[in-house]
């Protein structure tokens, strides 16, 4: 059999692996067995699992594997930021940040190689889209952060929270990230808590419902306008799903809780989206939802025309929203000098939406 074609059980969450392994005819503790063995040992090798029978382990070698994504590169900010390049397939490659805090470490995960939203001041969109990831490769992420981090046991170094934030819209990969999810929060795989796990959108409204029953964790929306026709420019699924039906979305996503917010997303474009008039709509836009406001510095990138509003105008942004009873706060820029910071993860991305014609002249004599 072909080694990729085999069933890869980083792939399978909790409830899977319990079916797997009843199919087998084996008893269910075989699940926790393995599952302490890969996600809290950090073993991924059959024979290291020293608990399970010679019989199984053969049979789980010749009929299955377990498949990490490779590390290629690190790269560690002068602020402590690390920043790790997977390579997946040839000519693919995806990025995850760490990023230290004094009492607590995220993680910013990726959850697509590439993205195919096309948000006009997003790195990742300039390169077009090539495919979801898997289960194994979203989850692989952490897997390898953990023991690049010495196992997650020193302080600041610690994992203590999962975003979805980087390459990639999560929820234009619904099937894979499901069970991703359900490994991040399942106590026998990662272990966090549902407030510590965040899925970020730029607002796929159908996937935000489902999300919600299926499994209890964050929510953030990318929102960075206040109205349609400029959302409709930022964000071109605006044009599919405006800003009404997002927020009426945002409020049945957090109807059944009252201790659930929405955190909104809010890039800062010099001149785009900043004046005090776009404060104002926010608030307006915002009026009956749970939300808390996050407003992060536009981080620039080769080839756009985009420039970050003047710390002043980030204030005073912040402040009218302020007033207004928005829970507001300007996220801190980290890992600058390692492109590592929001919007700037550009991974490699082979792609195959063929779009990037739009950006890039194809040069004399080359197809476009
Ligand atoms: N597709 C998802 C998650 C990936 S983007 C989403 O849209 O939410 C993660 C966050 O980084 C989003 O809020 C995105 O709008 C923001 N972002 C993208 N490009 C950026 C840039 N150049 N500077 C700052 N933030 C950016």
């Given at each position: 059999m072909n080694a990729s074609a085999k069933l890869n059980l980083l792939d399978l969450d909790q409830q899977a692996l319990k079916e797997f392994f009843a199919q087998l005819g084996e008893k269910p503790f075989r699940t926790a067995q393995i599952m302490r063995w890969i996600y809290h040992q950090g073993v991924v090798d059959y024979d290291g699992m020293s608990d399970l029978s010679n019989k199984l382990r053969e049979h789980l070698k010749s009929e299955t594997r377990l498949?990490?994504?490779?590390?290629?590169?690190?790269?560690?900010?002068?602020?402590?930021?690390?920043?790790?390049?997977?390579?997946?397939?040839?000519?693919?490659?995806?990025?995850?940040?760490?990023?230290?805090?004094?009492?607590?470490?995220?993680?910013c995960i990726s959850s697509q190689i590439g993205c195919a939203l096309d948000c006009s001041f997003c790195a990742t969109a300039r390169q077009g889209f090539n495919r979801n990831l898997s289960t194994a490769e979203i989850v692989g992420q952490i897997w390898q952060a953990n023991q690049r981090l010495g196992g997650g046991v020193a302080g600041s170094r610690r994992i203590?929270?999962?975003?979805?934030?980087?390459?990639?819209?999560?929820?234009?990969?619904?099937?894979?990230?499901?069970?991703?999810?359900?490994?991040?929060?399942?106590?026998?795989?990662?272990?966090?808590?549902?407030?510590?796990?965040?899925?970020?959108?730029?607002?796929?409204?159908?996937?935000?419902?489902?999300?919600?029953?299926?499994?209890?964790?964050?929510?953030a929306v990318s929102l960075h306008a206040p109205v349609d026709e400029l959302r409709d420019e930022l964000v071109p699924l605006n044009k599919k799903y405006p800003i009404d039906e997002l927020m009426a979305a945002c409020k049945r996503f957090v109807a059944t809780d009252r201790k659930k917010h929405i955190t909104f997303e809010?890039?800062?474009?010099?001149?785009?989206?900043?004046?005090?008039?776009?404060?104002?709509?926010?608030?307006?836009?915002?009026?009956?939802?749970?939300?808390?406001?996050?407003?992060?510095?536009?981080?620039?990138?080769?080839?756009?025309?985009?420039?970050?509003?003047?710390?002043s105008r980030m204030d005073r942004f912040r402040d009218i929203l302020y007033k207004g009873g928005l829970h507001t706060v300007t996220r801190k820029t980290r890992g600058e000098d390692i492109d590592a910071a929001c919007g700037q993860l550009a991974g490699k991305v082979a792609d195959r939406s063929r779009r990037e014609v739009k950006f890039v002249q194809p040069r004399f004599g080359e197809q476009s």
């Open positions: 498949a990490l994504p490779e590390v290629t590169h690190e790269q560690i900010s002068n602020d402590g930021t690390t920043k790790w390049l997977f390579d997946l397939d040839s000519g693919n490659g995806i990025e995850s940040v760490f990023i230290p805090e004094t009492s607590r470490g995220t993680l203590t929270n999962i975003v979805l934030m980087g390459m990639g819209e999560p929820l234009l990969n619904y099937k894979n990230l499901i069970p991703a999810l359900k490994l991040m929060l399942h106590d026998q795989a990662f272990g966090f808590g549902k407030r510590r796990v965040t899925v970020s959108t730029a607002g796929v409204v159908p996937a935000m419902d489902r999300l919600k029953d299926d499994v209890d964790v964050s929510l809010y890039v800062m474009l010099a001149g785009v989206n900043d004046s005090d008039a776009e404060a104002r709509a926010l608030i307006q836009c915002l009026r009956g939802v749970s939300a808390k406001i996050n407003l992060i510095p536009f981080n620039t990138f080769e080839g756009n025309g985009y420039h970050c509003s003047s710390q």
